[in-house]
């Protein structure tokens, strides 16, 4: 993949952001993803957060955790979590918003047995629930605003099989600051809330290996 320039990031980043902006002022804030997929037309070096790669915490997590199952991957973007678990032989469906991400993702990953699907986390079907044995979410609910952010991170845990287990990734909000999203760097208070009636087994705040800033990120996780 080439490596953006510094103006190109900054460029990418401000589309970013007035295409959140503009998708809030429509009252579809959530509209802005599949037009960033569509508009990419297929170059990934137009989709910022994918790296091609798992996310390195998801990866440290399974090399000591190696039980396997149905996994549901939250947001799945261009697949590479869903692809990774897959490949570990978890039996994976991965969902997002966004038909192109989901169409994209099913064309790089042909050949792996993932179960593909367009949903809204906000509105799953019924008959998820309590059904996965893990679920990942990884940088979604700092890509949402706050108004629905709330409300999507309520529908994580009872999609937990007895003895499941939620992952939540992100970006970890140290300073209290607001800062001027997508993302918004997470709280504390706000992770833990992720899994309220679950058991929180582990909230890790670190950096990426890669990481050349001063940015913290965190992976939380919880047992059912
Ligand atoms: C910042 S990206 C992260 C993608 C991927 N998880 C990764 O780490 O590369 C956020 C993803 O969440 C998806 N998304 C946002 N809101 C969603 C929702 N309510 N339901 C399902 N997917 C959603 C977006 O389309 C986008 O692919």
Redesign the pocket.
Same mark, same amino acid.
């Given at each position: 993949m080439r490596v953006m320039s510094e103006k190109e990031i900054a460029e990418l980043r401000d589309r970013i952001h007035s295409m959140a902006r503009s998708a809030e002022a429509k009252s579809d804030p959530?509209a802005w993803?599949?037009d960033l997929?569509e508009s990419s037309e297929g170059n990934v070096s137009m989709i910022p957060?994918?790296?091609g790669d798992p996310?390195q915490f998801l990866v440290e997590w399974t090399e000591s955790n190696n039980p396997k199952g149905k996994a549901l991957v !939250?947001?799945?973007?261009?697949g590479?979590?869903a692809a990774y678990l897959a490949k570990l032989g978890w039996d994976v469906t991965a969902?997002?918003?966004?038909p192109t991400?989901i169409e994209w993702s099913s064309r790089i990953h042909d050949g792996l047995n993932i179960q593909w699907r367009v949903?809204?986390?906000?509105d799953l079907p019924q008959d998820w629930t309590g059904q996965w044995d893990l679920v990942v979410e !990884?940088?979604?609910l700092q =890509?949402?605003p706050e108004e !629905?952010r709330y409300p =999507?991170s309520e529908k994580l845990a009872p999609l937990l099989a007895l003895d499941g287990t939620l992952i939540s990734i992100g970006l970890f909000n140290s300073s209290g600051e607001h800062s001027e999203g997508?993302?918004w760097p997470l709280s504390e208070t706000f992770i833990r809330s992720i899994g309220e009636g679950l058991n929180q087994i582990a909230l890790e705040v670190k950096k990426r290996q890669e990481d050349d800033t001063d940015r913290l990120r965190y992976i939380s996780v919880w047992k059912r």
């Open positions: 959530l993803f599949e997929y957060w994918s790296r996310h !939250v947001g799945s973007g261009l590479e979590d969902f997002d918003i966004s991400a949903e809204n986390l906000l !990884v940088h979604i =890509a949402i !629905v =999507a997508p993302p």
